[in-house]
């Protein structure tokens, strides 16, 4: 019993704070995500930028915080190499985030887990039944205002 015990959150706090250091990681996963989906658009940007033009012409990259000066046929490999290296960190980091969140389901099916709402978030469900408030975000701030 006392292996059973170790291998596995005890009490609530615990379990809480396991837990919420996953729905952590879940969030740093997606921003991540979203960062590189960024780097990826802006790369296609200068890749449909410089791609019709004379491949001779000078350009400028920055490399390592240097900028420096190279021609559009010395570059445009080197951006679509970048894009395709992003695009599969992307791929690698979907993945992960699918096992985190399959992960965080089988967390909270184990420990019967149920996000309740906040005080505030109960009073507008009674009194505004029609859906109006949809969209609206309570934070924390607003919880503390009594």
Do not use: W
């Not at 959150?9 to 997606?30: C, D, F, H, W």
């Not at 296609?44 to 046929?73: F, H, Q, Y």
């Not at 970048?82 to 389901?105: D, M, P, Q, W, Y």
């Amino acid at each position: 019993m006392a292996s059973k015990s170790e291998a596995e959150p005890i009490n609530e706090q615990i379990v809480a704070s396991k837990y919420g250091a996953m729905r952590t990681e879940l969030n740093q996963i997606y921003s991540k995500i979203t960062e590189l989906e960024m780097e990826v658009s802006e790369h296609t940007l200068v890749i449909n930028a410089i791609e019709p033009l004379d491949p001779s012409r000078k350009c400028c990259r920055m490399i390592g915080g240097v900028l420096v000066e190279r021609t559009i046929k010395e570059v445009l490999p080197a951006v679509q190499r970048n894009k395709e290296g992003l695009e599969e960190v992307i791929a690698r980091l979907n993945e992960a985030l699918e096992k985190k969140k399959k992960e965080i389901t089988e967390f909270e099916a184990k420990y019967k887990i149920r996000i309740r709402k906040s005080d505030n978030d109960m009073k507008d469900d009674s009194n505004k039944r029609e859906g109006s408030a949809q969209g609206v975000l309570v934070g924390p701030a607003g919880a503390s205002e009594s």
